[in-house]
């Protein structure tokens, strides 16, 4: 089985590794709800988790959500941790203003890992200049574009028609006719609606 679809089995909920087979029959977590390894007579066993416990699943999560190693995950944590403000707060919007998630949450790529790899390639460009490095962080008035030379590559063709079309963050805007994205603030954290518990993730960490 997928590596990817086993760590949403070992999270005990979809994180959406694989971006649009997530939401398909296809997605093995629908078929196999359960950490794998189970076997049948331990699938209905529910294990006492411990606060620590609680706490390294969300590192866990949030850390395989954007498709970082553990080292590159707790040098964002050290950094915000180190200067004023609520580190909750500036550890999402270290993440959300990642270039390969900027690329993903505008509908670009079908999945981080995809954007990053996108990126990593050459294929966007940053105030006209192209980038290679995913973990760039966009900043307010960044104009993002595909690299025109991009533009006629398999997987590319089509891909500004369909992007702007899903949920784009409010911090993000795509201009359809000019198939380019312009940063217009930053992620806002709500962390009563929020995916991520990562006060938990900073708890994690401070231990």
Not at 15 to 33: I, N, S, Y
Not at 106 to 125: D, I, N, P, T, Y
């Amino acid at each position: 089985m997928d590596k990817k679809c086993k760590i949403c089995r070992r999270a005990g909920e979809k994180l959406f590794l694989k971006g649009e087979r997530c939401f398909t029959p296809k997605c093995a977590f629908g078929r196999k709800a359960y950490p794998p390894g189970k076997r049948d007579s331990e699938r209905k066993h529910r294990s006492t988790v411990t606060e620590y416990g609680t706490q390294l699943r969300e590192k866990q999560k949030v850390r395989n959500v954007y498709g970082l190693s553990e080292k590159q995950f707790s040098n964002y944590v050290k950094k915000v941790t180190s200067r004023a403000g609520d580190p909750s707060t500036m550890l999402y919007e270290s993440m959300e203003t990642r270039l390969d998630n900027t690329v993903y949450r505008l509908g670009l790529a079908k999945s981080r890992s995809e954007a990053r790899q996108m990126v990593s390639h050459g294929h966007f460009m940053i105030n006209d200049k192209r980038m290679t490095i995913p973990s760039y962080n966009v900043k307010i008035g960044d104009v993002l574009k595909i690299r025109p030379g991009s533009m006629t590559i398999i997987p590319f063709m089509g891909i500004t028609e369909k992007a702007g079309k899903g949920p784009v963050p409010a911090w993000l805007s795509y201009d359809q006719k000019k198939a380019e994205a312009v940063v217009l603030g930053k992620p806002i954290l709500d962390k009563g609606a929020s995916e991520f518990k990562l006060t938990s993730v900073i708890e994690y960490y401070s231990r």
